[in-house]
């Protein structure tokens, strides 16, 4: 059993490969120093990314008991103190981070220091076979389980939109921006104007207000067309840019569904 192991990482939407991660750590080590990536690094990866103090809350919320064997520091380049640490013996990681623990245990050697023991933890899987990551959960690829956000019974199911609920979908809920009929793009650069800080995806349905989006340079990050507004063809539907987005869908809504 080692006294001192390392482990380091963003640590982000604390998830079961995570846990695993640690659990594997503490198993052979009595005590672990965590180096979670400083705030200052991660906002230059991904904005989404929770700030230092909610990751290292949910670890500790995770492990409950266990916490007590953890001491939590910042992060703020590759290696931290790895190199150069003298009371550690060993280093937890994953098959994607092994190299960096090797190449921490050869400045080791050039600082005349004994080599950590490696101690490489198994990924856990998702739902469909690919590891557990947090880019997947915040992507809403996967809950922090590994499961699919939208269960089996929706996704396998057939769902039909009833009278009361189409009824209710009417009318308009939220935020109503109004602006001219003929001139929709009055409104949109009201809307993105008000979320221009607002962090998440612009969803935009109906031909009418992907094509508006589009021509204000702003495409949306999802989009529903069909080619027609008010249930008739709209020509200006061919001057919809496909191209704007990753990948296209085609897909068949037929009436009542």
Not at 31 to 40: G, H, I, K, P, Y
């Amino acid at each position: 059993m080692h006294s001192v192991g390392l482990i380091g990482g963003t640590f982000d939407r604390f998830h079961a490969g995570h846990l695993s991660l640690l659990q594997s750590g503490l198993s052979e080590c009595s005590s672990l120093e965590v180096w979670m990536t400083s705030d200052a690094t991660t906002g230059t990866k991904d904005p989404r990314i929770n700030p230092w103090e909610t990751r290292a809350g949910e670890m500790r919320e995770a492990l409950g008991q266990d916490a007590e064997k953890l001491s939590m520091h910042v992060l703020e380049d590759n290696h931290g103190p790895a190199s150069t640490h003298t009371d550690a013996s060993a280093i937890v990681c994953t098959a994607e981070t092994r190299p960096e623990c090797e190449i921490i245990n050869r400045m080791r050697g050039d600082n005349g220091l004994d080599e950590l023991a490696i101690i490489e933890a198994e990924h856990v899987l998702a739902w469909d076979g690919d590891p557990i990551s947090s880019t997947r959960i915040r992507n809403g690829e996967i809950d922090r389980e590994g499961l699919p956000w939208i269960p089996d019974s929706v996704r396998e199911g057939r769902i039909i939109l009833t009278p009361e609920v189409e009824a209710e979908l009417k009318e308009p809920f939220g935020l109503l921006v109004p602006g001219p009929e003929d001139d929709p793009s009055v409104a949109m650069s009201e809307v993105l104007a008000r979320t221009e800080w607002e962090w998440g995806p612009i969803i935009a349905v109906g031909d009418v207000t992907v094509r508006a989006l589009q021509d204000l340079g702003r495409p949306a990050d999802i989009a529903l067309v069909d080619g027609r507004t008010r249930r008739e063809p709209w020509e200006g539907a061919e001057g919809l840019d496909s191209s704007a987005y990753d990948g296209v869908l085609q897909c068949e809504s037929p009436a009542g569904s």
